[in-house]
């Protein structure tokens, strides 16, 4: 019988085998040698599939090498064949031996939308770096070719999602409002609200659009309906709702002369109930907007530097309060943040009283009497919130709420 070598040893010589010979190919690495056959044949089996192979020096290593580039359980990365799944709560997961580089592709190009990368990220050295240890026979795709990917991929989803409105069994409610951008472009924002054969409310969002000036409610009118007959859905419509802006009226005016609507248009434009609370609410802060003042000009106070916020925290803890709940600043335009700055200042009432007792420069503590009007206020607006919270559902129905 002949003595198997071990990889890297040399090959005892025997009564047949006269010659030494060092095993130096590198695809031993991944084969071991096995026992001979009766006829005194060496034989060796790869480690990944098990599969046995003629280990004779005078059949060479083409057949090993031919194998290792098809064996299903090879692995490019030491790492093993796991993979960390978002979906599986942090645990690792058994992933397919097979490397497939157009779903590598597909995958990338939706990380690169998921996570707002810039389409040459694909190009940065340490990328491509990581990209190359786990797959060295990876084609690496350029910054152009993730674009064309992307817009393809987009394509594809825009007729998705035509095909989704266009099977839809009933007619299509829509969302729309604009925006100005901090450079005074503005947008359009058109959404669409339907039920599924399966009794699902969907909510889909079909267009965020620039908008070109003027804002004029026929300008307005036209982008509409070229947004609707881009999607095929110009007579699916049921209704619209808007803010209440004035070239919003004048938009839906000129809309129900072009669209063929439910009871002539009657049940077309729906006001945003949530935007009238809006001005109900800020109409009525403007009278008690001195105590308001006091207490957004003490969050911007401890807010204004790392000592300010120090000595907060310190009287903070001074009054035994928990310091992980924070203050919250309000935007002044929308009065549900204002609700939200008056929970979290009420919460550290005591820690702005101790404040003012110890910082000479914080001179903007509400008195005491103001303190017992923005309690009062505070309560009076968590209903306004709740109901506002309340309209702003979106997986929902809202309508029958007002």
């Given at each position: 019988?002949?003595?198997?070598?071990?990889?890297?040893?040399?090959?005892?010589?025997?009564?047949e085998?006269?010659?030494?010979?060092?095993?130096?190919?590198?695809?031993?690495?991944?084969?071991?040698?096995?026992k001979?056959?009766?006829?005194?044949?060496?034989?060796?089996?790869c480690?990944?599939?098990?599969?046995?192979?003629?280990?004779?020096?005078?059949?060479?290593?083409?057949n090993?090498?031919?194998?290792?580039?098809?064996?299903?359980?090879?692995?490019?990365?030491?790492?093993?064949q796991?993979?960390?799944?978002?979906?599986?709560?942090?645990?690792?997961?058994?992933?397919a031996?097979?490397?497939?580089?157009?779903?590598?592709?597909?995958?990338?190009?939706?990380a690169?939308?998921?996570?707002?990368?810039?389409?040459?990220?694909?190009?940065?050295?340490?990328?491509?770096?990581?990209?190359?240890?786990?797959?060295?026979?990876?084609?690496?795709?350029?910054?152009?070719?993730?674009?064309?990917?992307?817009?393809?991929?987009?394509?594809?989803?825009?007729?998705?999602?035509?095909?989704?409105?266009?099977?839809?069994p009933?007619?299509?409610?829509?969302?729309?409002?604009?925006?100005?951008?901090?450079?005074?472009d503005?947008?359009?924002?058109?959404?669409?609200?339907?039920?599924?054969?399966?009794?699902?409310?969907?909510?889909?969002i079909?267009?965020?659009?620039?908008?070109p000036?003027?804002?004029?409610?026929?300008?307005?009118?036209?982008?509409?309906?070229?947004?609707?007959?881009?999607?095929?859905?110009?007579?699916?419509?049921?209704?619209?709702?808007?803010?209440?802006?004035?070239?919003?009226?004048?938009?839906?005016d000129?809309?129900?002369?072009?669209?063929d609507?439910?009871?002539?248009?009657?049940?077309?434009?729906?006001?945003?109930?949530?935007?009238?609370?809006?001005?109900?609410?800020q109409?009525?802060?403007?009278?008690?907007?001195?105590?308001?003042y006091?207490?957004?000009?003490?969050?911007?106070?401890?807010?204004?530097?790392?000592?300010?916020k120090?000595?907060?925290?310190?009287?903070?803890a001074?009054?035994?309060?928990?310091?992980?709940?924070?203050?919250?600043?309000?935007?002044?335009?929308?009065?549900?943040?204002?609700?939200?700055?008056?929970?979290?200042?009420?919460?550290?009432?005591?820690?702005?009283?101790?404040?003012?007792?110890t910082?000479?420069?914080?001179?903007?503590?509400?008195?005491?009497?103001?303190?017992?009007?923005?309690?009062?206020?505070?309560k009076?607006?968590?209903?306004f919130?709740?109901?506002?919270?309340?309209?702003?559902?979106?997986?929902?129905?809202?309508?029958?709420l007002?």
């Amino acid at each position: 019988m002949l003595d198997i070598p071990k990889t890297g040893e040399e090959v005892k010589p025997t009564t047949e085998r006269k010659r030494q010979r060092k095993l130096t190919s590198e695809v031993w690495a991944d084969f071991e040698f096995i026992k001979p056959q009766r006829n005194g044949e060496l034989r060796c089996k790869c480690k990944r599939c098990g599969k046995d192979f003629n280990a004779e020096s005078k059949s060479g290593t083409g057949n090993l090498k031919r194998h290792l580039d098809r064996c299903k359980k090879r692995c490019y990365r030491d790492v093993g064949q796991m993979l960390l799944e978002s979906g599986s709560g942090g645990s690792l997961a058994n992933r397919a031996p097979d490397f497939n580089p157009n779903v590598f592709r597909e995958l990338l190009t939706m990380a690169v939308v998921k996570h707002e990368l810039p389409f040459q990220f694909v190009e940065y050295e340490g990328i491509r770096k990581c990209f190359n240890y786990l797959n060295p026979d990876l084609n690496i795709v350029s910054r152009n070719t993730i674009k064309a990917d992307l817009i393809k991929k987009f394509k594809n989803e825009k007729m998705r999602v035509k095909e989704v409105l266009s099977v839809a069994p009933g007619r299509i409610a829509f969302t729309s409002d604009c925006w100005s951008s901090i450079t005074t472009d503005g947008y359009m924002s058109f959404t669409a609200h339907f039920i599924d054969s399966a009794w699902r409310l969907q909510k889909l969002i079909l267009n965020f659009s620039f908008l070109p000036p003027p804002h004029t409610g026929l300008a307005m009118s036209n982008h509409i309906y070229s947004l609707l007959k881009e999607w095929g859905i110009q007579k699916k419509v049921f209704s619209i709702t808007l803010d209440n802006a004035s070239s919003n009226d004048c938009m839906a005016d000129f809309l129900k002369s072009e669209i063929d609507l439910v009871c002539e248009g009657a049940y077309f434009h729906v006001r945003c109930c949530a935007h009238i609370m809006n001005l109900i609410v800020q109409d009525g802060l403007k009278e008690i907007d001195e105590a308001i003042y006091k207490v957004r000009e003490s969050v911007k106070y401890c807010k204004g530097s790392q000592s300010r916020k120090q000595k907060f925290f310190n009287s903070v803890a001074h009054v035994e309060l928990q310091s992980s709940r924070g203050l919250r600043q309000d935007v002044p335009t929308r009065w549900n943040s204002t609700y939200l700055m008056l929970e979290s200042v009420l919460y550290y009432k005591k820690a702005f009283i101790h404040l003012q007792r110890t910082d000479a420069n914080y001179v903007n503590c509400p008195t005491t009497e103001e303190w017992g009007r923005i309690e009062k206020i505070f309560k009076f607006l968590k209903v306004f919130y709740d109901v506002t919270n309340a309209f702003s559902g979106s997986k929902y129905p809202t309508a029958n709420l007002y």
